[in-house]
């Protein structure tokens, strides 16, 4: 059996800058109806690569516009601005950690002011070589961002859409400007944190290089309006995102520094009533063994633990009697204990599962007080909850009750709920940006790495991290 722990920490803001403003648009092209001639003879390598690699029979940008009768897209007259925002947002990808080049914004300029001729074979190249591109532009921000996250369930690793896909999915926006605007194909917290790049909301070169970090992490949470949540661990707060927004939230506690909580995405599968705490033996060591020493036996009785043979579903029960506590305490012997439901057990009345070999879950927990602290860094690397209850009614859709529950009786959750366990140390916050404390070290590191990498030519989203 995996060692399972407790968890959840966090800071509170440490700069809040002014509000974030949207950026202004272009000039207004549009273009009549059009047949489909010679679209990617312009457009560059990167582009035909991008659309090349995409699978042939129905997903391509070829395909898109068959699918309109070769009606234009990014120049039709209801498009607004979509062309010029577009355009100007390529053209500032070196924010996201790409290169503006590879995007051919110049050949995309010289394309826009062709069209605006209104050449109907002018306007279709151009509206093709802008599909083109943000193809490759999503299709770059979609991708794993690495930061070695966990991924318990495959199906939650970020995944390039196809190309047709992509364009569908702007096509039924009900405002295609708006939506390049606010990058809404990514998470909404994506297009917030780029504008503070854009509008320098920082005060140093240090929360630069964090914002970009940051801008980096999010591209592994969801876009779309799916149920989901969120620990962000720099923050030991836990969110509940509906409809495209966290509708709530809550403190949490997360792991000490030495008990890291990790990065995960999994889906929450059941909850765990009347749960037991099976005790890592270092915590064993570290809190039980010096208590009984002082104490005596009664201490286990008086909170509930019991020692076990192993971590097996049947366990056999070993007499405390016979346990050298003084070697415990010093380290020299390992010991498996559980703690039994109760009001002491420091699982509380329930957990939330998503079995990963990590032993992480999302608890409840009977020691209130913690989440009175301003840095709540207190568990071996689990997800302690202010308010298990009502994540419980969110998740469920109404009260889990336990009067009469058996121990660790499980509550399937159908259809299961993802969790994304992340390490947001810069967050919008009400129009603003909050900046929190890299309580790992994981900013850090990356910086370092990335100076390292600097220096040899490589970019700063390349490789994985911390």
């Given at each position: 059996?995996t060692v399972?722990?407790?968890?959840c920490?966090g800071r509170?803001?440490?700069h809040?800058f002014r ?5 202004a ?6 273009a ?8 990617a003879?312009?457009a ?11 699978p ?15 009606a234009?897209f990014?120049l039709?007259a209801?498009s607004?601005?979509a ?8 053209a ?13 914004v ?6 826009l ?8 074979k ?11 591109a943000f193809v490759?532009?999503?299709?770059d921000l979609?991708?794993?961002?690495g930061f ?16 047709r896909?992509i ?9 295609l400007?708006a ?8 998470n ?10 854009v ?9 630069r290089q ?10 592994a ?9 969120m ?32 990065l995960m995405?999994?889906?929450?599968r ?17 809190r039980i063994?010096p ?12 909170l ?7 971590w097996v ?7 405390p009697k016979?346990i ?11 010991v ?5 439901p ?7 009345r ?12 999302l ?12 840095s709540r ?10 308010d ?15 009067e009469?529950?058996?121990t660790?009786?499980?509550v399937?959750?159908s259809?299961?709920v993802p969790?994304?366990i992340?390490?947001?140390t810069?967050?919008p ?5 909050a ?10 590191a ?21």
């Open positions: 059996m399972q722990r407790g968890s920490t509170r803001p440490v809040v509000g974030i403003k949207g950026v648009a272009g000039l207004v092209l549009a009549a109806s059009f047949a489909l001639a010679q679209p003879a312009a560059p390598a990167r582009h035909a690569k991008a659309v090349a690699a995409t042939a029979s129905g997903y391509s940008v070829a395909d898109f516009y068959a699918a309109r009768h070769g234009p990014w039709a209801g607004g601005d062309a010029r925002t577009l355009v100007g947002v390529l500032d990808s070196k924010i996201d950690g790409f290169d503006p080049d590879s995007y051919g110049s050949a995309l300029n010289d394309a002011r062709e069209a605006a001729s209104g050449n109907r002018a306007v279709a190249r151009a509206d093709v070589m802008l599909s083109q490759a532009y999503v299709s979609r991708r794993d961002p070695n996250i966990v991924y318990v369930d495959a199906q939650l690793r970020p995944r390039v859409p196809a190309a896909s364009l569908e999915q702007a096509a039924n926006a009900p405002s400007d939506y390049v605007r606010n990058f809404a194909w990514m909404s917290l994506y297009g917030q944190l780029r504008q503070a790049l509008e320098k909301h920082y005060a140093s070169e240090d929360e964090r914002l970009e970090l940051n801008l980096e992490r999010v591209r949470l969801p876009a779309g309006k799916g149920r989901f949540v620990v962000n661990a720099a923050e030991q707060r836990l969110y509940m995102w509906e409809d495209g927004m966290p509708v709530d939230s809550m403190v949490v506690v997360v792991g000490k520094p030495k008990y890291p909580t990790p995405a999994a889906y929450i059941f909850a765990s009533l009347n749960p037991y705490w099976f005790v890592p033996p270092d915590l064993a060591a570290e063994a208590n009984v020493l002082r104490r005596g036996l009664k201490y286990l009785d008086e509930g633990y019991q020692v076990l043979s192993d579903p049947d366990p056999q029960i070993i007499d016979t050298d506590w003084k070697a415990v305490a010093a380290g020299k012997k390992e498996l204990i559980r703690q039994l109760g009001p002491h057990n420091a699982m509380g329930m957990k939330f599962m998503f079995p990963n070999t990590e032993g992480v879950y608890h409840d927990n009977p020691d209130r007080g913690l989440f009175q602290e301003a860094l207190y568990s071996g690397g689990c997800v302690r909850l202010e298990a209850p009502r994540l419980g009614r969110w998740l469920f859709g109404h009260d889990l009750e336990w009469g529950a058996t660790e009786q499980p399937p959750l259809p299961p969790v994304y992340t390490y947001l810069a967050m916050n009400n129009g603003s940006i900046f929190f404390d890299d309580v790992y070290g994981r900013d850090k990356r910086m370092a790495a990335n100076d390292q990498g600097s220096g040899s030519g490589a970019t700063v989203a390349s490789g994985s991290g911390n």
